[in-house]
């Protein structure tokens, strides 16, 4: 899928009251799983408690979108 499909599949799916915030967001949080199944895909993984040293990362940087 090219990148302008995927930012359609993505606006379409976001409300009419969404924002640009909103966007950029829904893009970043695609991106970021694309990245994780990609490097599963390469035989990349973590252990669980790599893992779990990452979650409080990936939460302060995902977390910090407001509600619609």
Do not use: C, H
Not at 17 to 24: E, G, M
């Amino acid at each position: 899928m090219s990148t302008k499909e995927i930012m359609l599949q993505v606006a379409k799916k976001l409300p009419a009251n969404a924002t640009l915030a909103d966007a950029i967001y829904e893009l970043e949080f695609r991106q970021a799983v694309e990245q994780g199944l990609a490097s599963l895909d390469r035989g990349e993984r973590v252990t669980l408690a790599q893992a779990r040293k990452q979650i409080p990362k990936w939460v302060s940087k995902y977390s910090s979108r407001k509600t619609r």
